[in-house]
């Protein structure tokens, strides 16, 4: 053994290993996450390129084609390539210095979710993009995954695309596949794909429906958008959504609504969701966008502001309540994480932003709870109302009259809706339940229906009025 | 009182019965089985028909009959067929929580005569409980007509989007169809309780859809070893009712027939040439329907041998 002075002492070697990060960046996003990272990226691409159009579909013509099964996984789009500038951000791990500014309405600023997604499917892949004049192939290969020792370890080779493109795009193509992923793209397709479709259809509601087209595996993905009944009757009460928009010191610009998508619930209705889970899926609760995409989807949780601050918690009763918030500006202002399917719970934007949810979210519990036990009623109302998306609601709530909110801590104008409330505030109705035995129903129910299969509680209520007409005479 | 339709008289169900019985023979005579160790669970009506036809291929076969109504149990006492069997009063789900097979195989038919989310999340549960080597069966209302309508569609994709192979579609209108996306929902609902990494899977064995009135789809599987699975669907593949690959599922709808035309086709049969229908057609000199008599008398030949005999007996 060496004694220490005879020990040069040198520089360590503080390189990242590239297994480090195949391994651990992975680790922390789904597979349906990867993949929608890789389509922020095509839709930054048409933000990049400054292509898109004006109106209402921006995105028309634009596409982008995934396709999978057990030996590939390839995503084609025709949203403008990338740049032969950008060349050397696009494929650091992470944000290098440098980079020019960040395009406002994209979401990518991490600079990894290119990398992530590919290292989350397999080994090797061919990224072919055109952009202008700049047409260009990026291969990873197994061997430069696993070379951490050769002085160019990190450098990836570039040459030129063979074939040019009809349209300026970027085509992925992941090959060498890990074998949980394979199993997914190839036994578990029918699932994955269902799953993968509903993200999407959900996650790129907005995006799609302002004319950007999603294709999986052949099938072009129809959007779910979330859409509030607006009632344009002049009367009011009427019901209409909440609204609250403002536009940050540092450009951030925040349009929030919150509101009915159906009418809310019978009590029968919310008791057999009780007993048992009737729907698989449902479009209520919070959805968030940053720059057209949503972060989160249909969040019913404290993360919203349900069951905080005077907002109760989440229960069937408040199916009928949906809300969106859309955030659009610089991407490093938004609160996201670095998933880009999360929100930074602890920005000071969101947190002042979820104020105002909260306050919004309180007009529609509360009108909720007053018409409970009177729900037909109610549904009139609700019924006299159209589902607007949330484009047309801002195109509506123009022409109405916001408040400004300048004492609060996030100045902006609001439209807070004055909803029908049932003309005594304290019901006088009650409501009457009881359970009876099947059978006794069935027969009740065939002796004055001739039918022993209607719904127990008209049973019900048809004995009770029969009785109150005999006891009235 | 409740109301049963004469279960046992129905005659596309019986034949889907006798297609159960078949298939679990066929597994235990190529893959040895052995029925004695299988203990079945079924919800097997007041007559308990398949029990009565399971006793009598394997007595010695466990048998558990899972019946919430009173009455309906009441009459099952009366019809017990034999003494492996044990009524339990209780409904699906609860048996469900308590069901612990360890290593125990199970043979589960969940007959059910609607169609709701708690149907699949009850399948679901079979198929992550019982032991490998299990075979399970679902039957499940299939009704297009019930979802005609935007507002009856979207109801549709709230209670079933999560396993809808695209949850924007509106359901298809055809019964063909409908089976087919059935089936889908189910496979779907089979990937996501045993996702591919897991060595256990459900493969699928037949799968029909009929009506006797209300419309019907069933499917039969067996959860195996992932490993075991190629060597089943070998055990199977020449079986002309066989649906190994979640193909569209078979349709029965086999024409009410005399026994006296039954035996007179009886001669013809079984036939190797195209065209069977118009063959037996052309053999019994008749048309039995105006327009789909040559199908009617292909689905004979195709299931003649489950069609069961109704004769009138002294008690």
């Known amino acids: 053994m060496k004694s220490t002075d005879q020990i040069q002492y040198e520089s360590v070697d503080a390189s990242p290993v590239k297994s480090f990060f195949v391994l651990m960046l992975t680790r922390d996003i789904s597979l349906e996450d990867a993949i929608l990272d890789l389509l922020d990226n095509c839709v930054d691409g048409i933000l990049r390129s400054k292509i898109k159009q004006r109106g209402a579909k921006p995105y028309k013509g634009y596409k982008a084609e995934i396709e999978f099964n057990k030996h590939t996984f390839m995503i084609r789009d025709n949203c ?73 370890a990190w450098k990836i080779p570039v040459k030129p695309a063979k074939r040019s493109m009809k349209e300026d795009g970027t085509t992925i193509v992941i090959g060498d596949l890990y074998p949980g992923i394979a199993v997914r793209f190839n036994e578990d397709i029918k699932s994955f794909q269902s799953e993968l ?54 450009g951030v610009e925040v349009f929030l609504t919150v509101g009915f998508t159906r009418p809310i619930p019978s009590q029968d209705e919310i008791n057999s969701e009780q007993v048992e889970k009737r729907y698989s899926t449902h479009d209520a609760g919070w959805t968030i966008l940053c720059n ?29 309540i949906s809300g969106v918030v859309e955030f659009r500006g610089d991407a490093s202002k938004l609160p996201t994480t670095t998933t880009k399917r999360g929100i930074d719970a602890s920005s000071q934007l969101y947190l002042q932003v979820k104020n105002k949810m909260r306050e919004g979210m309180q007009i529609f519990t509360n009108y909720t709870n007053k018409w409970k036990g009177q729900a037909d009623e109610a549904k009139k109302h609700i019924l006299r109302g159209k589902p607007l998306s949330i484009e047309e609601i801002k195109e509506e ?10 004492q609060t801590a996030l100045p902006g104008k609001q439209y807070k809706p004055l909803l029908p409330l049932p003309k005594k505030l304290e019901s006088q109705q009650r409501r009457i339940s009881f359970t009876k035995n099947i059978d006794d129903i069935k027969n009740v129910s065939d002796y004055l229906f001739q039918d022993e299969t209607v719904d127990p509680s008209v049973v019900g209520e048809k004995c009770f009025d029969l009785i109150l007409n005999e006891a009235r005479k | 009182m409740s109301f049963h339709p004469p279960y046992h008289l129905r005659l596309n169900k019986a034949i889907d019965r006798f297609i159960l019985i078949d298939t679990i023979i066929k597994l235990e005579r190529i893959n040895g089985l052995a029925l004695a ?45 034999c003494k492996t069997l044990k009524l339990k009063n209780t409904d699906m789900k609860s048996f469900l929580i ?55 569609a979207e109801t549709f994709r709230m209670e079933f989007g999560e396993f809808m192979p695209d949850p924007s579609i509106d359901p298809p209108l055809y019964k063909k169809d409908f089976a087919k996306l059935l089936q889908d929902m189910l496979q779907i609902a089979t990937q996501q309780i045993l996702p591919a990494n897991l060595d256990t899977v459900y493969q699928p064995l037949t799968s029909f859809y009929y009506a006797d009135g209300a419309n019907m789809f069933t499917l039969t599987g067996i959860v195996c070893k992932r490993s075991e699975r190629k060597n089943i669907r070998n055990l199977f593949k020449n079986w002309r009712f066989a649906n190994l690959n979640w193909a569209q599922p078979k349709h029965i709808d086999i024409p009410f027939l ?43 030949a195709d299931f003649y041998r489950y069609y069961p005999y109704f004769v009138k007996a002294e008690p």
């Open chain 2, 258 to 300: 005399s026994t006296k035309e039954r035996l007179h086709l009886q001669k013809h049969l079984p036939v190797k040439q195209k065209n069977t229908g118009r063959r037996l057609m052309q053999a019994l000199g008749y048309k039995i329907d105006k327009n789909t008599s040559a199908q009617l008398m292909k689905q004979y």
């Open chain 2, 98 to 152: 308590n069901y612990d097979p360890r290593d125990e195989k199970s043979i589960f038919w969940l007959d059910y005569t609607n169609f709701n989310l708690s149907a699949i999340e009850d399948f679901q549960i079979i198929l992550g409980k019982v032991a490998t080597n299990s075979i399970v069966k679902i039957t499940l209302q299939a009704m297009p007509k019930d979802y005609i309508g935007e507002e009856k």
């Open chain 2, 37 to 81: 160790n299988y203990t079945y669970y079924g919800l097997g009506g007041p007559y308990l028909e398949e029990f009565r036809i399971l006793s009598e291929l394997c007595p010695e076969m466990r048998m558990v009959s899972i019946e919430k109504d009173l009455d309906t149990l009441k009459r099952q006492r009366f019809h017990l067929p």
């Open chain 1, 292 to 320: 057209d995409r949503a972060v989160l989807y249909c969040d019913r949780t404290e993360l919203t502001g349900w069951g905080e601050a005077g907002v109760p918690r989440y229960h069937t009763q408040f199916i009928a």
């Open chain 1, 80 to 152: 403008g390539g990338i740049p032969w500038n950008l060349h050397d951000y696009a494929f650091r791990m992470g944000p290098a210095s440098g980079r020019p500014t960040v395009t406002p309405g994209t979401v990518g600023i991490y600079g990894i979710g290119l990398k992530r997604a590919i290292f989350k499917m397999g080994r090797d892949c061919l990224i072919s993009t055109q952009n202008g004049e700049h047409r260009y192939e990026v291969e990873i290969k197994p061997e430069w995954i696993d070379d951490d020792e050769t002085e160019n």
């Open chain 1, 397 to 406: 709530t123009e022409k109405l009259t916001f408040t400004t909110t300048k």
């Open chain 1, 197 to 250: 479709y509903r993200m999407v259809a959900t996650h790129y509601a907005y995006i799609i429906d302002k004319g950007f087209e999603v294709v999986i595996n052949g099938d072009s993905v129809q959007p779910r958008p979330t859409r509030l009944i607006f009632s344009s009757d002049k009367k009011t009460p009427n019901v209409q959504p909440f609204v609250f928009k403002t536009k940050t010191e540092d």
